[in-house]
């Protein structure tokens, strides 16, 4: 066990595929997972549990869900059978409880959702090491989010590596079209939000990320929905200005798919 203050990581985690798919991104995902300290625990928000409220996943044996469609059946045949962490969540609910006036509850209706699971194959292969989901409340603005988020740093030093799993830029009607277009080129709207996203995380400017959905200039292109969005924004919020920070993952797939991925620390 380590008591050494964890890094953040923020994945833009893409297709189901990339968890079975031996790609550039998986490949990326791997190299991370070898870089990283060995954590007591992770707590990772997906943008895949979408909620009214704030929910916490509580179960001791968290399932595996497989939340999509008309995927090869070796994707529906995937377990990522990780140990949860009751006392983790009950931590958490007592940190975002003491940080806000919004309440979380611990919930056993809900497991690892592809957000988490196809990326944490790659990064712990051997899915030794307890996880737990915090949903994301879809009532709360990006200011809402990130206030309640900033709470979440002191888990660093309890060994806990929060991971916000989403993607910088996610329309997938423009990406699908694309593919079946067999049409690989970059939008100008999705290369500039990346970047400008990109040059806020470096230079630190809190006021931009926490105003770029969804008052940015192309902030409704790259994101229809901001369920792909606000997992960067827990990612960063748990981080500091001490963090060093570095860009392991770039580029795009399907066209307008951020696949950026963020390390702090």
């Known amino acids: 066990m380590t008591n050494d203050r964890m890094p953040v990581l923020f994945l833009g985690h893409g297709s189901p595929m990339n968890a079975v798919d031996g790609n550039r991104w998986s490949r990326a995902f791997r190299t991370i997972g070898e870089s990283l300290p060995q954590?007591?625990?992770?707590?990772?928000?997906?943008a895949h549990w979408w909620t009214e409220g704030s929910f916490l996943t509580g179960g001791e044996k968290p399932r595996t869900i497989h939340d999509f469609h008309g995927f090869p059946r070796e994707l529906y045949e995937i377990q990522y059978p990780a140990p949860g962490s009751p006392d983790l969540a009950d931590r958490v609910q007592a940190i975002l409880s003491e940080a806000s006036d919004r309440s979380s509850a611990v919930s056993d209706d809900w497991g690892l959702d592809h957000g988490s699971w196809s990326v944490l194959r790659h990064l712990l292969p051997q899915a030794d090491v307890p996880v737990v989901q915090l949903s994301l409340d879809g009532r709360l603005s990006s200011k809402q989010h990130f206030e309640m988020a900033r709470a979440l740093h002191q888990l660093r030093g309890e060994g806990v590596l929060v991971l916000g799993s989403g993607n910088v830029t996610h329309n997938l009607r423009d990406a699908l079209t694309r593919s079946s277009a067999e049409d690989p080129t970059t939008p100008e709207w999705a290369k500039q939000f990346d970047?400008?996203?990109?040059?806020?995380?470096?230079?630190?400017?809190?006021?931009?990320?926490?105003?770029?959905?969804?008052?940015?200039?192309?902030?409704?292109?790259?994101?229809?929905?901001?369920?792909?969005?606000?997992?960067?924004?827990?990612?960063?919020?748990?981080?500091?200005?001490?963090?060093?920070?570095?860009?392991?993952?770039?580029?795009?797939?399907?066209?307008?798919?951020?696949?950026?991925?963020?390390?702090?620390?």
């Open 39 to 46: 954590p007591n625990a992770m707590l990772v928000i997906s």
């Open 195 to 265: 970047a400008e996203i990109a040059y806020a995380i470096r230079e630190r400017d809190t006021g931009h990320l926490v105003a770029a959905w969804p008052d940015g200039e192309h902030a409704r292109q790259a994101h229809p929905h901001p369920d792909h969005w606000f997992p960067l924004l827990y990612a960063y919020a748990a981080s500091d200005d001490a963090d060093s920070v570095s860009f392991p993952v770039e580029g795009f797939d399907l066209g307008s798919l951020s696949m950026r991925a963020v390390r702090w620390g």
